[in-house]
């Protein structure tokens, strides 16, 4: 392989040669292509806006060379490479392995529970996963928090495999580790983290011989030491042994990492990952459903060690709930880690304010103690229990309850306290709570207020299969998610990638951008973070697009002339009300009494889903929406929060401007941070032009499909883009 390190586009100026050639921070990509097929390839990446650059040749000869500013700087041959360097050979010495025995201060049971949920591994860390999107692609079937209360944590993470159509098939993945248990014992922490990984993945609805697994490890600095060479041997045996006892292989792995820093050292890590495919139908997930509903443990033979469980055994336990998974039986399931059954139960009971009587027979060392391999299932009212396999205990283990108390060992424990402390223990770190006072509910009928709405006109031009424009500006994420919404709804849909690579690319974006739309009936800006959101705020970029004269005479025609509609979501929002085209219906200079969107209050990304309610008829876009109607909706954003003078809002209010709103369960408006996820004024999720025919939200009504968000009681089907389609029919 010849290298021109010459040849390669640089991130960061000054960059020298041996930088060039080892630097992982340059976003980059190689390719291998036939030379004929170079131009081609290249013409594909500029429509995507993407830079694509030949710096390499292939070459008869076997080596590796590489130039910089004429000097050959590497030439190693390909059997050097092959070799992976010098031979080495390391004397490695596995000491007797420790044990592990979870011990929770206190008194009592509540005392100990108390321990338990405030435990690092164990309190919620809610604030840390609502930094990260979690619905992207609109595929998302079990979101990490469940239940009406969007707390109880999901045994693994399932999506339906990204495909541009439709699809009943979805991906699993789930991960194990106990970090003292592998501090202590690296064979028996390595292979119980791998039994964790494959037992959520079950608990989830996946198939035990669909899986594969995957490792990350990360071990102190070994340096020449036998005994800390001891560690990753023994953790790695103990996956192997793992994987040849449940018959599922290890695909890869990542990298195993150093972790030492002078005299301090990270602690024996090995975090097993599996994985499988399987049919959405089967996607269960832990959160109890409801009350008076029997709730049995299955429970597998253990080793003498009394937490690993026996192979044959195991694997009887996971057929077992495998078959009460796909017969229906099974409501929720969950399967025993870190906590052990009592932080199992606990979780399972906070997504819906669940309580649970345990059962007479468990004591608090079995309710405390660890339990791998051990699962806890909530069954149907009609559902029949087969008989356990041989070695398999399948035994009840209590009832759930409307109280939201957790009964145990002849204790009442209240779990709204028990929950306070859990959510409360990293909140200093990780927020995600606020306390806020309701707000006005607002409902505008349009006939009622003797103003005719915008969905009772007819368009100029009317087309059962309106076109519809979708520009994708850099940053954008969502063109996806949004075009196989409209195609759904019978739109045509052309999504256009405005390309910035060169000055000569913008001109001609422009000019197409102005064709599409004079071509469109509907433009929608989709979400996404258009030029990274820095600086100056969201949608910086596509407002200026927007500006060029040309296309804001374009998007004109669109709305005056032809009566087109115009929908902005998350930072195709924050762009509409930086244009003005909401609220003001028409692209017009900013002033300082325009409304804008600023950062969420919380002063970080939010992603969750949240309950929107319709708080006005005016739009097309509501069309199929009735007023009071309430729907869970995905959020994704940093800067959401909606600011206006008093004057306008009254203004928006008056005129039915303000089309949906932040609600709570019982559907009122609140600047509660569970409520009202980025503090907007009114909670107003969304507003519209004068005439309702541009909408502007924050939500993602995009990402809605069949069969997704499984874990969160609601209507997610929220037929706004259906109402935007119907209006030209």
């Known amino acids: 392989l010849f ?13 020298d040669g041996t930088e060039l050639a080892i630097s992982e921070s340059q976003e980059r990509m190689a390719v ?15 429509e995507e806006n993407l830079e694509a650059t030949p710096v ?28 992976n360097g010098a031979p080495k050979h390391q004397v490695v010495h596995v000491p007797e392995q420790g044990s592990y025995t979870p011990s929770w201060e206190g008194a009592t049971v509540a005392e100990r529970m108390h321990a338990l949920v405030t435990d690092l591994n164990v309190a919620s860390n809610k604030g840390l996963s609502e930094r990260f999107d979690s619905t992207i692609g609109a595929g998302t079937v079990l979101m990490p928090f469940g239940g009406c209360t969007q707390l109880t944590p999901s045994m693994a993470m399932v999506a339906k495999l990204p495909v541009l159509g439709e699809t009943t098939t979805v991906s699993g993945m789930a991960w194990g580790f106990n970090p003292y248990l592998t501090s202590a014992n690296q064979f028996t922490g390595a292979y119980l983290a791998v039994i964790e990984s494959v037992c959520r993945l079950v608990a989830a609805g996946l198939l035990h011989r669909d899986a594969y697994l995957t490792f990350q490890e990360y071990f102190e600095r070994l340096r020449t030491e036998p005994e800390r060479w001891g560690k990753p041997t023994a953790a790695v045996l103990g996956a192997l042994m793992a994987q040849i006892d449940l018959g599922i292989g290890s695909i ?8 030492s820093f002078e005299d301090l050292d990270v602690p024996p890590t090995l975090v097993s990952f599996a994985t499988a495919v399987g049919p959405l139908d089967r996607v269960t997930s832990p959160e109890f459903k409801g009350a008076g509903h029997r709730v049995i443990a299955v429970i597998p033979s253990y080793e003498a060690d009394g937490i690993t469980p026996q192979a044959k055994s195991l694997l009887g336990v996971l057929d077992y709930v495998e078959t009460l998974i796909g017969s229906g039986a099974a409501l929720a399931v969950s399967t025993c880690g870190y906590g052990g059954p009592a932080e199992t139960i606990f979780k399972m009971c906070v997504g819906n ?5 345990v059962d007479e027979h468990f004591s608090a060392e079995a309710l405390l103690g660890l339990a791998y391999g051990s699962f806890v299932v909530e069954l149907a009212n009609d559902a029949v229990v087969p008989e356990a396999p041989e070695g398999v205990s399948a035994s009840p283990f209590g009832v759930t309850t409307q109280e939201y108390v957790l009964s145990a060992c002849g204790e009442k424990i209240d779990l709204v306290d028990l929950q306070e402390v859990w959510e409360a223990r990293l909140e200093p770190v990780f927020p995600y709570r606020g306390a806020g006072d309701a707000v006005e509910q607002i409902s505008f009928h349009a006939e009622e207020a003797g103003v005719k709405a915008a969905k009772k006109v007819t368009p100029l031009l009317t087309n059962p299969r309106p076109r519809v424009i979708i520009p994708v500006f850099p940053g954008n994420n969502c063109e996806y998610d949004s075009a196989r919404a409209f195609r759904r709804a019978g739109a045509e849909v052309t999504t256009f990638v405005i390309n910035n690579l060169t000055p000569q690319a913008v001109v001609e974006s422009t000019a197409k951008l102005v064709e599409e739309i004079d071509r469109a009936q509907i433009v929608m800006i989709p979400g996404g973070f258009s030029g990274g959101d820095e600086p100056d705020g969201s949608g910086k970029f596509i407002t200026a697009f927007f500006r060029a004269p040309q296309v804001t005479e374009a998007v004109r025609r669109l709305l005056n002339e032809r009566d087109g509609l115009m929908l902005g979501i998350c930072n195709g929002f924050q762009a509409l009300v930086k244009l003005g085209l909401v609220p003001y219906g028409d692209i017009v200079p900013m002033t300082d009494t325009c409304p804008t969107l600023t950062f969420n209050t919380i002063g970080r990304h939010q992603s969750r889903l949240v309950r929107t309610r319709v708080a006005s008829d005016l739009s097309p876009w509501l069309s199929k929406c009735e007023v009071g109607d309430i729907h869970n909706i995905a959020i994704s954003h940093g800067e959401g929060r909606f600011v206006a003078s008093d004057e306008l809002l009254a203004k928006l209010v008056e005129g039915g401007q303000v089309a949906t709103q932040y609600v709570d369960e019982n559907g009122m408006p609140s600047m509660d941070l569970g409520v009202n996820p980025n503090g907007s004024t009114l909670a107003i999720e969304g507003i519209t032009s004068p005439d309702g025919r541009v909408l502007g939200k924050m939500g993602h009504t995009e990402r809605s499909a069949n069969g997704l968000y499984r874990n969160v009681p609601g209507n997610a089907f929220q037929p706004l883009i259906e109402g935007g389609v119907a209006y030209f029919a």
């Open 3 to 15: 290298i021109d390190l010459n040849l390669v586009p640089k991130k960061y100026e000054g960059l």
């Open 252 to 259: 890869g792995g990542k990298d195993s990492m150093s972790g």
């Open 56 to 83: 390499a040749k292939v070459t008869e000869e076997p080596r590796l060379r590489m130039v910089w500013e004429g000097e050959t700087i590497v030439d190693v041959s390909r059997a050097f490479l092959n070799s």
């Open 32 to 46: 291998a292509l036939a030379p004929e097929d170079v131009d081609t390839f290249i013409g594909y990446a500029h």
């Open 353 to 357: 304010r669940l309580g649970m009587r």
